[in-house]
């Protein structure tokens, strides 16, 4: 049967894969498709943004974001409300609750229950903010990126960062997000150019947008070799002093945490790193400023294989309250620390 209008409302908190199909059953059934997401102001997730994700999973749907100041169990009042945002009642209600058919039957509507008994997507909001990383394979990329744990690994010049973030991504099987700054600066060094001031944050912004693309495809952490943060440290490295604008974008970063590495190991030559007289003082600089702000941090030293071991404990530590961890990632593997 094929509708004119049809509705789908809900919190989305977060938007899941059972969600994917409510809408997507609703498209395929119908001209016209509506998605009512309700939101309080005390909701994990903003109901704004919650409609953002869903425009973009569902772009030919309207999505609209309404106060939830109702009794969620008065269908009633929820039914002349909806014909009050619609202009009109719907030709069908496309639900996988309950309530559906008080809720159609107080409009007129045709309801249409979609695996109410969640055989064919079996997962809830409930219970992915119960537990969303247990629950990771019925995340939409969006809501990934929300809430991917993001490690961000920093420290001197050829202190092993890189080195590290690759071993790291391996451990986990996940995405990790390479120094752009390094990338900008092959082309600077080409241009025989001095760096500056501005200069600094036009990296930062490219590499957040880095990250928060990759942190979409991460399988629950993402690493970055790097991050906004950092790059204000290299800004007082090359030019000296701050840049309120760079600082801004550092204050915005999204961290979980920091893995500082060690001044120990000898210092490479690669045709870029001019630093090495200044690299234990650099550390310290890194130090001194993560002292300084909220996000956890470590500092990893010894050889590659050692610093990967007490990477891979600390960032095991952020999923403590989760029913996943990090051994999941390696099907039949033993995770050893």
Not at 77 to 88: D, F, H, I, K, S
Not at 159 to 186: K, P
Not at 199 to 228: G, H, K, S, Y
Not at 319 to 330: I, K, R, Y
Request: with cysteine; net charge negative; charged share 25%.
């Amino acid at each position: 049967m094929r509708f004119g209008t049809g509705v789908v409302i809900g919190k989305f908190l977060p938007p899941h894969r059972g969600h994917r199909l409510l809408i997507e059953t609703a498209i395929g059934a119908s001209e016209q498709v509506t998605v009512i997401v309700c939101g309080k102001p005390s909701d994990p997730i903003p109901a704004e943004l919650r409609g953002v994700w869903l425009q973009e999973i569902h772009p030919t749907a309207r999505v609209m974001v309404i106060d939830d100041r109702y009794d969620e169990n008065d269908s009633q009042v929820w039914a002349e409300n909806t014909m009050q945002w619609l202009g009109r009642a719907p030709d069908a209600v496309f639900t996988s609750e309950s309530y559906g058919d008080r809720y159609a039957g107080f409009m007129g509507s045709v309801h249409v229950n979609v695996d109410q008994r969640r055989e064919r997507v079996p997962i809830s909001g409930t219970a992915v903010r119960s537990d969303p990383y247990a629950n990771w394979e019925y995340l939409e990329p969006p809501v990934r990126g929300w809430f991917a744990k993001r490690v961000c690994v920093l420290g001197a010049e050829s202190t092993g960062t890189t080195t590290l973030a690759c071993d790291l991504a391996r451990a986990f099987q996940t995405e990790w997000v390479e120094e752009y700054g390094r990338e900008y600066s092959v082309t600077k060094m080409a241009s025989g150019e001095a760096w500056r001031t501005d200069e600094f944050p036009v990296i930062a912004r490219e590499q957040t947008r880095r990250e928060d693309a990759a942190a979409r495809r991460a399988n629950r952490v993402l690493i970055c070799d790097t991050n906004a943060f950092a790059t204000a440290l290299w800004h007082r490295r090359y030019v000296g002093g701050t840049n309120s604008e760079l600082d801004s974008i550092a204050q915005q970063v999204r961290c979980d945490l920091y893995l500082l590495t060690g001044d120990e190991i000898p210092f490479v030559q690669d045709g870029l790193r001019d630093g090495e007289h200044i690299r234990h003082q650099m550390h310290g600089w890194f130090v001194e400023a993560l002292d300084r702000q909220s996000v956890p941090w470590r500092l990893v030293q010894g050889s590659q294989a050692e610093r990967l071991r007490q990477g891979r404990i600390q960032i095991s530590s952020l999923f403590t309250d989760s029913s996943w961890m990090p051994g999941a990632a390696f099907p039949g593997t033993a995770w050893r620390l």
